[in-house]
């Protein structure tokens, strides 16, 4: 296939800090690695913007006709409650609390999260691995980094040496920016009990104390390996030393992407990525959607409007439109009413794309539809920037209706490249799907919504024989309320 236009795409280049032409390692390929999610509780709208942001990119290289390796892992084990670690591993945690295997927390939630992605009609990645199915990888990865002279042991624990890595003319803080001394700051432990030689040096393996479930056995002690260890290891094995784009959300640039950097360039000897790419945050209320502070949606709840901040249930392609109005670089604010707006715009463009069949053709054009492709790439080009992009098909949505009146014409041919342009920037690209009319069954899924909320505002008002009359009328229906602590949620028999 056709390359359109290739060295035209910029990319913005967090290590550079610049837009940087993009050139593939190899011509025509591009790999790319994204970090994963981690499984111990369904992701939120914030982690689905950050999965969206490089599935579009993902859409855009494969559109461009490049082959992609697109490798974006699953974390099951590693990942500490802080970023200094310290604490119990997040899924451990989980299963103890909830009475389960960590493995069966790690299915649940890798579930949720394909389920999720489906939904919102994303493209599944190449290779999907995960970090427990590399445990023999990331020991001998370990080992390499001991032979080198960069990490140490203590108590059966190893730590990377940041210290010595810097002697050896490396730049530990080259993607983040830090300097050491706010490193050492970031990650001092509050009772300063640490088997770290140095407070910046960070776990490559951890001896697992006798509650820690998940464990392997290592020349160094029964334990478990470091979370910015697994993503050095998987993209390595799958896309090699060196590959073309790392990619992940703002908060992971330090420290994990920082450390990743450190335990690839020792091994290798080579900068291990060529450019690193950041997506930015959700917010709600201002702040970051986040799952510790429960400031968060979940991506299930807006399809059924089950939360009290929406005003109703949106299709999921209303979700997409809303995170590709925004820059992938800009935070963007989460609000009903945001949403509302993006569902009028969303229903508009597909109006436009449903009515080109219908478009009577001329012998001239008066339109310039050769331009207008052309801007349109052009906005893609620069760093992805679908907000441009949107710009320019709603110049498209008014000549189509130009076009619908008869106030302009166009030629076949002119007619094939704007319905074919339409197409493959709004389903291929940004991965929008033609929701022209809600189903039913989202309607029977906002209605009980609805009355959800209204049995909370009489419950709210202490009026329990309205709020009994609704439960009980719907169970009449055939549906079940259930209260729980996250709100009510509902089962249609
Ligand atoms: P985690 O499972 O916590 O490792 O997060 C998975 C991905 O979601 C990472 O790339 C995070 O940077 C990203 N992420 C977390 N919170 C948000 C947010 N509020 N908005 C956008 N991306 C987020
Ligand atoms: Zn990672």
């Not at 591009?30 to 111990?40: A, E, F, N």
């Not at 974390?75 to 802080?82: F, K, R, V």
């Not at 009515?355 to 001239?364: E, R, Y």
């Amino acid at each position: 296939m056709e390359i359109y236009k290739e060295n035209q795409l910029k990319i913005y280049n967090s290590l550079s800090k610049s837009k940087e032409l993009f050139k593939p390692l190899t011509e025509g390929r591009v790999g790319m690695y994204v970090c994963g999610p981690t499984v111990y509780s369904n992701v939120h709208l914030g982690n689905v913007r950050t999965f969206m942001s490089f599935d579009m990119v993902f859409r855009y290289f494969l559109h461009l006709g490049y082959k992609v390796r697109y490798v974006r892992n699953i974390t099951d084990a590693g990942h500490l409650e802080n970023d200094a670690d310290e604490g119990e591993d997040r899924i451990s945690k989980k299963a103890r609390i909830e009475e389960i295997e960590p493995m069966e927390v790690v299915q649940r939630y890798t579930l949720d999260f394909h389920e999720t992605l489906e939904k919102y009609n994303f493209l599944p990645p190449s290779i999907e691995p995960t970090a427990t199915g590399h445990i023999v990888e990331q020991i001998e990865m370990i080992k390499e980094i001991m032979e080198k002279g960069f990490a140490y042991e203590v108590n059966g624990s190893v730590y990377f040496d940041v210290l010595a890595y810097n002697e050896k003319g490396n730049n530990y803080g080259i993607l983040s920016g830090r300097k050491m001394e706010d490193a050492i700051h970031n990650t001092r432990t509050l009772d300063g009990q640490s088997d770290k030689k140095n407070p910046q040096d960070f776990a490559l393996w951890k001896r697992a104390d006798e509650r820690h479930i998940m464990r392997w056995p290592s020349p160094w002690s029964d334990g478990f390996p470091g979370w910015h260890l697994e993503c050095s290891v998987m993209s390595t094995k799958y896309l090699g030393e060196q590959f073309d784009i790392h990619g992940g959300g703002m908060d992971l640039k330090f420290p994990h992407h920082e450390c990743e950097i450190a335990q690839s360039q020792t091994c290798s000897g080579e900068k291990p990525v060529n450019y690193w790419m950041h997506a930015n945050m959700l917010l709600l209320n201002s702040q970051k959607m986040a799952k510790s502070t429960g400031n968060f949606v979940l991506p299930n709840e807006i399809l059924t409007g089950n939360n009290n901040i929406l005003s109703k249930a949106f299709a999921p392609s209303v979700v997409r439109f809303f995170n590709m109005q925004a820059h992938y670089r800009s935070i963007l604010d989460f609000s009903s009413d945001a949403l509302e707006a993006s569902e009028k715009g969303y229903y508009k463009l597909m109006d436009a794309v449903n009515s080109l069949q219908n478009i009577q053709t001329s012998k001239t054009s008066s339109v310039d539809i050769a331009s207008w492709k052309q801007q349109c790439y052009d906005a893609m080009n620069d760093d992805f920037n679908t907000p441009i992009l949107i710009a320019h098909l709603f110049e498209a949505v008014k000549i189509i209706n130009q076009l619908k009146e008869q106030k302009a014409t166009i030629t076949a041919d002119d007619l094939a490249v704007l319905q074919k342009t339409m197409h493959a920037f709004v389903f291929d690209v940004m991965g929008l799907t033609n929701e022209t009319k809600q189903d039913s069954s989202d309607k029977i899924d906002g209605v009980v919504a609805l009355l959800i909320k209204l049995r909370k505002e009489a419950r709210d008002n202490k009026d329990w024989a309205l709020s009994d009359q609704i439960r009980d009328e719907l169970l009449a229906l055939g549906i079940q309320l259930k209260d729980g602590r996250e709100g009510t949620t509902f089962s249609i028999n």
